[in-house]
């Protein structure tokens, strides 16, 4: 396999990163030569464990996603009923909660829950980077922060999906449409606070803001809550309930949430580079790798692709 | 390719399949009756 420009230098910063010497590099080299070009090839043919088999999330990530998760539902089920209180069907949600008193109560004291989650993500990422910073392997491409080349892979998969090119983009360790989501998310959670804030804190906020304003305000933010609620719940039923449970790979479930790995397979398709990654830093890895293309018969000999006036001409 | 989930695993994944499965439908009722409520 010849790597892409943009794929090599991931490769080379990650070996620098990892400080891997002279033998291993040969090796790791030597290892991507024999590889297939086609990486549909390659992620066809390896074995995966369907609850995964590549570590990608450690287990503070893992409980921010449970709280949010958790604290989403039942806001969802307590905060519409509240909203929609005349209507039929709020009513058994009200009175199975020990009525809309309740509701209300349990429906803010899951909020500071959820914001909590959020403030506990936050420090996450940050001192987590900082470390990463402090150790020198840092590197933004495998962050969450959006970048020019996700515009390209958004096209580029576009074109995929259109049949107008054959394979899918070289993705990071988050590709466009986790970033997308990932920081809609972020938007809505602010929205939520700041909206909610404002049903508890009105005289906070009067405060705050130009006495013209104060009002607007309000009324903004009483029609912001429920639709930003609503909003959020249509894209985790559509968009990400497809992309974890519904989607070709992925069905029935994927285990990424609670056992924090990816699967081989999915990691080749959607996280090529990252994949580089792991090969670099994980001689398992590199091991299954190799023994899994062998068996099947799948390895090149070194050169021929990367050295093409040796090959058929 | 993917090795096949044991007995435990299809059943963790299937009913969280289903439980969202009931969700979405739960969904579509309610956007429909807060759309369509006079």
Redesign the interface.
């Known amino acids: 396999m010849q790597l892409s420009k943009h794929a090599r230098d991931v490769l080379e910063t990650s070996m620098q990163q990892n400080k891997i010497d002279d033998a291993e590099k040969k090796e790791i080299e030597e290892l991507i030569s024999v590889l297939p070009q086609d990486r549909v090839v390659i992620y066809k043919n390896v074995v995966s464990n369907p609850i995964g088999d590549i570590y990608r999330y450690n287990i503070h990530i893992r409980i921010q996603h449970m709280l949010t998760f958790v604290t989403f539902l039942t806001l969802a089920f307590t905060g519409l009923p509240i909203y929609f209180f005349e209507a039929f069907w709020a009513e058994p949600f009200n009175s199975l909660m020990g009525g809309v008193n309740v509701s209300r109560v349990i429906h803010r004291t899951i909020a500071a829950v959820m914001i909590f989650s959020m403030l506990y993500h936050i420090l996450t990422i940050t001192l987590g980077s900082v470390a990463r910073i402090k150790l020198g392997i840092f590197d933004i491409r495998r962050t969450i922060i959006p970048l020019f080349k996700d515009i390209r892979d958004f096209k580029d998969d576009i074109l995929y999906f259109a049949g107008r090119l054959n394979e899918r983009p070289e993705m990071d360790k988050f590709n466009y449409k986790q970033k997308i989501h990932y920081f809609a998310a972020a938007f809505g959670n602010l929205v939520m606070i700041i909206s909610g804030s404002s049903f508890l804190f009105p005289a906070f906020w009067a405060s705050i803001l130009p006495e013209s304003m104060a009002s607007h305000f309000q009324e903004l933010m009483r029609l912001s809550h429920p639709h930003e609620a609503l909003l959020a719940l249509l894209v985790i039923a559509f968009w990400h309930w497809y992309n974890v449970h519904l989607a070709p790979g992925r069905f029935p479930m994927q285990w990424t949430f609670l056992t924090g790995k990816i699967t081989r397979e999915h990691q080749i398709e959607e996280h090529f580079l990252e994949y580089l990654r792991n090969l670099v830093e994980d001689p398992e890895e590199r091991e299954h790798l190799l023994d899994m293309m062998e068996s099947r018969e799948l390895l090149t000999e070194i050169g021929d692709e990367a050295n093409p006036k040796s090959g058929d001409s | 390719?993917?090795?096949?989930?044991t007995k435990w695993?299809k059943v963790?994944?299937?009913s969280?399949?289903a439980i969202?499965l009931v969700?979405?439908v739960l969904?579509f009722l309610?956007?429909y009756?807060?759309l369509t409520?006079k």
């Open positions: 390719m993917m090795k096949p989930m695993q963790i994944a299937y969280s399949l969202v969700w979405t969904g309610a956007i009756v807060i409520e």
